[in-house]
């Protein structure tokens, strides 16, 4: 419940502060007084636009949905787009917000080296501009909010390692990996956190991805399709697995790639172990809960997408008000989950470091699920037992 009343917290603060013409945040004052240039529109309420890239992959729909319902209870008027994975379709929607005369920009881009364009467009109109979630690869971009992403492969690794415990069986194990779309700066992120806790394993002989696709370019799924990953997983099964070798193991870098692989996994694997093999996800997309809360799945890395949002308005009021950003922005707050501020992972160019806001990606499995996620609000179970996404957020 924790998350939640802090979420709650914050929203009630926003609102009944905003209603005075104040702010919640302690890094910010006053919606509607920002130094940032932009219309204010009639009512005085600043404008926000909020670029999400696709409506397709569930969890954008509850990012989209959290940002504009906190925006708006923070006083914002809000435009938000969902631009169906389509680069051009993204630079249009952002277009249209810079001729609205939008005050900042949040953009979860579909390709982080396609909007060059627009961003310079946002930047020459002073438009502040926060790269949610996935980095855009200009150096308009003013800060950067997502998760820690090469914790999330850390995770997914690591579950990998134990779950087979590596550590004390002789193996060798068998496995195979899928990885994100190579348009989103985050997939090398999620692959190389994984990959480097099951390198040494993979040394040493006890892990073997017996298709021998390793690298990252040929593990990758344009746009995180499910049914490319499918397709592959199908490939793979048909070309290396079909003599009955067993497979112990397959990391995936998402939920979407996941249910694909897990698809194939149910309709092409011949061997016995099918209910052991350990597959790995990120999202706790609804689909995958239940794949999850039926043997299908092992596991995914949770990211509480209500949390990211909380810290993009903050970031937002702070920026629109002019005050300077560092970690103050953190301890001032009234956050009760973890955030850092870092200056030094994330770079626009060469060069020109994007600081950034990243907060803290958890394990959920069958056994935590209740605990992680519903407990916490973030989902209700639904009639049939299978935990949903609550109404306001779906
Ligand atoms: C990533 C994001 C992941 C996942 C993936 C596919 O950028 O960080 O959480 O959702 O995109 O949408």
Redesign the pocket.
């Known amino acids: 419940m924790k998350k939640v009343l802090a979420l709650s917290l914050a929203l009630a603060m926003s609102l009944s502060l905003a209603a005075c013409g104040g702010d919640s945040s302690s890094a910010a004052s006053g919606s509607g007084s920002g130094s940032a240039s932009g219309s204010v529109a009639s009512d005085g309420a600043q404008k926000v636009g909020i670029a999400m890239?696709?409506q397709s992959?569930e969890?954008?729909n509850r990012d989209g949905s959290y940002l504009d319902e906190q925006f708006k209870a923070a006083g914002y008027e809000t435009i938000v787009t969902y631009s169906d994975n389509d680069t051009n379709r993204q630079v249009s929607d952002i277009q249209n917000m810079i001729a609205e005369g939008v005050d900042l920009l949040v953009v979860?881009a579909i390709d982080g080296e396609a909007l060059n364009t627009v961003m310079n467009e946002a930047g020459e109109a002073g438009i502040p501009i926060i790269a949610y979630?996935?980095l855009i690869m200009n150096d308009n971009v003013s800060y950067y909010v997502?998760?820690d992403?090469y914790t999330?492969g850390t995770l997914q690794g690591q579950y990998i390692v134990e779950a087979l415990d590596l550590e004390n069986q002789a193996g060798p194990f068998n496995i195979e990996f899928t990885a994100?779309?190579p348009a989103?700066?985050?997939?090398p992120y999620?692959f190389n956190g994984a990959v480097d806790q099951l390198q040494p394993y993979i040394d040493e002989g006890k892990l073997v991805v017996v298709s021998g696709q390793t690298e990252f370019d040929a593990v990758a799924t344009a746009a995180?399709e499910s049914q490319t990953a499918m397709e592959r997983a199908q490939n793979i099964l048909a070309s290396y697995y079909a003599d009955g070798t067993q497979l112990d193991a397959w990391l995936c870098?998402?939920?979407?790639t996941s249910l694909g692989v897990t698809q194939a996994i149910q309709s092409d694997y011949a061997g016995a172990n099918k209910a052991d093999i350990v597959i790995t996800g990120?999202?706790g997309d609804v689909a995958n809960l239940k794949n999850i809360k039926d043997g299908l799945q092992s596991m995914t890395v949770y990211?509480a997408v209500a949390n990211e949002a909380v810290v993009t308005l903050d970031l937002a009021k702070a920026i629109l008000n002019g005050d300077t950003i560092d970690d103050t922005l953190i301890t001032n707050s009234a956050w009760d989950f973890e955030c850092t501020y870092d200056t030094e992972s994330y770079a626009t160019s060469e060069g020109h470091n994007c600081p950034s806001f990243l907060l803290v990606p958890d394990v959920v499995t069958a056994d935590n699920m209740q605990e992680k996620l519903v407990d916490t609000g973030y989902y209700t179970v639904g009639d049939d037992g299978y935990l949903v996404v609550p109404e306001s957020n779906s």
Do not use: I, M, Y
Request: charged share 30%.
């Open positions: 890239p696709t992959l969890r954008w979860a979630d996935r997502s998760f992403n999330v994100g779309d989103d700066n985050n997939a999620f995180w870098s998402n939920d979407s990120q999202d990211k």
